[in-house]
């Protein structure tokens, strides 16, 4: 039987370890972290004495690679969201509050109607939209359309920034309109909201373990690579804190590991230098019955609130501000914007911060031109992870499609 390494499990490398698998591969994953899953990833908090994840990862109905990846390991039902696309909005200011409902097909006649698209806005504000799909490459999206009015304080700021966890007006474009064209391109019923259920682990991590282990591959956790040895064109051994593992010709090798630690590893190769953070926080609160499962927040510290069944949560993007406050002081400012958006006692339950430093890579025009392909100048070397060359910004979609790409790519070199 064929061989093939994947080094990182995070969605990246499991996504790859199961295409490998799929296509009659014995498969080896490590990884250097004490559990798989990378940033998608669940654990208890004693502080609040629940299991919780490290942040708030939305998908959508229409993610296809989603789709793929948890049909396979069958875990197709672990996601939950409403029947239609709805998004509720409040504005923390003057309180007002709406939902945007675009129509389920392609045909977006949800502009021309008052109770579906956001207060306050014409049909001809959306159109100027289209202006996001055209452009030279390098742009950002301020280069492309104005930055400002009603639809982009009230939808597109709020979602862009969620997507590209970077300041939308200086995103890269292309960037932004792959996320357009993916959702508002492809109608309302591609854009159902659906979160993990009941967490990232049980949805994402933990049935691609099970079906890895059914079909003989073997994931060692806790295991560094130091580095990687060449011969010529291709990779010869993996060197791990363990110990050397020794490449044959003809197995193929998959780096699924972020890019600061792949520019380690790899002499010569470019990759996104720029980071941005995210900022999470839990509450130990169980949100009363009819409380929205998440909602927007305009003017807030909050940015998302999420209602879990024995929790809510927060999420904020481009959260470098937000680094070095105090802890205790994010809390506070939290939970008065969850108190009262939802009507809650304003006394605090327990809580818990989760700051990401480096959450993700900064979606600006530069560091997408450094964004690598999955295909290396090594033969039986290829790379995977959110921050290559996926064509959409860092999310779970585009780490799972990346994992695909190099793993097809890694199978049709084996062949060779």
Not at 17 to 46: I, N, T
Not at 262 to 283: K, W
Not at 319 to 342: G, N, P, Q, S, V
Request: aromatic share 8%.
């Amino acid at each position: 039987m064929r061989r093939a390494h994947v080094i990182g499990a995070g969605m990246a490398g499991l996504s790859a370890a199961v295409e490998l698998a799929r296509a009659g591969f014995a498969v080896s994953v490590a990884d250097g972290a004490a559990q798989a899953g990378g940033r998608c990833r669940s654990y208890h908090d004693p502080q609040l004495g629940r299991t919780i994840d490290n942040g708030n990862h939305l998908v959508l109905s229409g993610n296809d690679a989603v789709a793929h990846y948890l049909g396979v390991i069958g875990a197709g039902d672990r996601l939950s969201g409403p029947d239609t696309a709805e998004f509720a909005f409040v504005d923390r200011i003057s309180g007002e509050r709406w939902h945007f409902r675009p129509n389920e097909g392609r045909i977006p006649w949800w502009i021309f109607s008052k109770a579906r698209r956001v207060p306050g806005t014409r049909a001809r504000d959306y159109i100027r939209l289209a202006g996001l799909t055209t452009g030279a490459p390098g742009q950002t999206v301020a280069d492309r359309i104005d930055p400002g009015g009603v639809v982009w304080d009230r939808l597109l700021d709020p979602v862009l920034l969620a997507a590209l966890n970077t300041a939308p007006a200086e995103g890269d474009a292309t960037l932004a309109a792959a996320i357009i064209a993916q959702t508002l391109g492809r109608g309302g019923k591609a854009m159902r909201a659906r979160i993990a259920e009941p967490t990232l682990a049980a949805a994402f991590v933990d049935p691609a373990l099970a079906w890895l282990g059914r079909h003989d591959a073997k994931v060692t956790l806790g295991q560094r690579l130091r580095s990687i040895d060449f011969d010529g064109d291709r990779v010869c051994a993996l060197n791990f804190a363990s110990g050397i593992q020794d490449i044959a010709p003809g197995e193929p090798v998959i780096l699924a590991v972020p890019p600061w630690v792949a520019t380690d590893l790899l002499p010569g190769l470019t990759a996104p230098d720029d980071f941005r953070a995210i900022v999470n926080a839990h509450f130990a609160f169980a949100p009363p019955p009819g409380t929205p499962p998440m909602i927007g927040v305009i003017g807030g510290a909050a940015e998302w609130i999420f209602a879990f069944p024995d929790r809510i949560s927060v999420t904020v993007s481009a959260a470098d501000r937000m680094i070095d406050t105090d802890r205790e002081t994010l809390a506070r400012a939290f939970w008065a914007d969850i108190a009262a958006i939802h009507g809650l006692p304003p006394e605090r339950p327990a809580w818990q911060i989760v700051k990401e430093k480096r959450a993700t890579f900064a979606a600006t025009p530069a560091q997408e031109a450094k964004r690598p392909p999955a295909k290396t100048r090594w033969r039986n070397l290829f790379l995977a992870g959110d921050w290559t060359r996926t064509g959409l910004p860092a999310t779970i979609e585009g780490a799972l499609r990346s994992g695909v790409t190099a793993a097809r790519l890694a199978g049709s070199a084996a062949l060779l």
